[in-house]
Nanobody
Framework: QVQLVQSGGGLVQAGGSLRLSCAAS????????MGWYRQAPGKQRELVAT???????NYADSVKGRFTITRDDAKNTVYLQMNNLKPEDTAVYYC????????WGQGTQVTVSS
């Protein structure tokens, strides 16, 4: 059974940095896409960043130049380095993986204070 376990997140002041990690287990095949989504209170879940097995990455316009997504296929882990955080980045962040199905992490709170 595929499981995604997230770590990182927390409370940070505006302009600060955080790093999220997500480790996948129970994987038998190459993970096509790994990524991060977020959901702020009262809003729909939105894409933050994704990275394919070929290394192509995609970012939401709101995080371009501030966030960096990377993956370590040897560890089946994806990371999200978040720099210059803004209060509008406050949300629950969810890890995502597409491998013979769509899977989600448990979510982790990121709160950016002004």
């Amino acid at each position: 059974q595929v499981q995604l376990v997230q770590s990182g997140g927390g409370l940070v002041q505006a302009g600060g940095s955080l790093r999220l990690s997500c480790a996948a287990s129970g994987i038998r095949f190459s993970i096509n896409v790994m990524g991060w989504y977020r959901q702020a209170p009262g809003k729909q879940r939105e894409l933050v960043a994704t990275v394919t097995s070929g290394g192509s990455s995609n970012y939401a316009d709101s995080v371009k130049g501030r966030f960096t997504i990377t993956r370590d296929d040897a560890k089946n882990t994806v990371y999200l380095q978040m720099n210059n955080l803004k209060p509008e980045d406050t949300a629950v962040y969810y890890c995502y993986a597409w491998v013979a199905g769509h899977y989600w992490g448990q979510g982790t709170q990121v709160t950016v204070s002004s």
